[in-house]
């Protein structure tokens, strides 16, 4: 048998280019919006990419040449020429911006007392910059403001001069 050590940098090295491309934040806002796009127009079927376009308000050779893109970097599959559903990487890029969105959004309205619509809009903006660790905080803050009969009171007293402010 040969020396195992000789291939373990290039495997520790795909492992790490592989963890990379399953964070939101490497991609572009762009990709991230297609990624999003298609997982919520996904049904059996798959989705068109006209359907895509139109979505994304963008031309069809614009919507194909982002979805040859996405294809290349492994995050999308052509079922057709003409449909095309995301891949299992995909579908993790997918529910990681999704788990982002819903923690910010719930951290908007739980925390900071905003009305569900405006934090459903700033979520959707913050979900695409946001770092790991801010995603994280917010999560924890927000179970232990639900959670802590102290943190209510202190959080409804914030609240009160919140809500002037519009």
């Known amino acids: ?3 195992t050590r000789e291939g373990e940098p290039a495997a520790r090295a795909a492992r790490a280019a592989s963890r990379r491309l399953t964070k939101p934040e490497t991609f ?5 919006r297609y990624v999003e796009t298609i997982h919520a127009l996904s049904g059996a079927e798959g989705v068109r990419t006209t ?4 979505r994304l308000g963008v031309s069809l050779p614009s919507a194909s040449q982002a979805v040859s893109r ?4 492994g995050l999308v599959v052509r079922k057709s020429r003409y449909e095309i559903r995301l891949s299992p990487r995909g579908r993790t890029i997918a529910g ?3 788990r982002r969105h819903q923690a910010l959004r719930e951290f908007m309205i739980d925390v900071l007392g905003m009305d569900e619509e405006a934090a459903d809009r700033n979520a959707c903006r ?3 910059w ?4 801010l995603i994280e905080r917010c999560i924890a ?3 232990y403001a639900r959670r802590d009969p102290k943190s209510r009171q202190w959080l409804k007293g914030f609240r009160g001069p919140c809500s002037s402010t519009t």
Do not use: I, R, V
């Open 1 to 3: 048998m040969g020396n």
């Open 28 to 32: 572009t806002l762009t990709q991230q």
């Open 51 to 54: 359907d895509l376009a139109a």
């Open 70 to 73: 996405l294809a290349g970097m």
């Open 96 to 98: 990681k911006l999704e």
């Open 126 to 128: 913050m979900e695409h």
């Open 130 to 133: 946001a770092g790991p660790q």
């Open 141 to 143: 803050f927000s179970g």
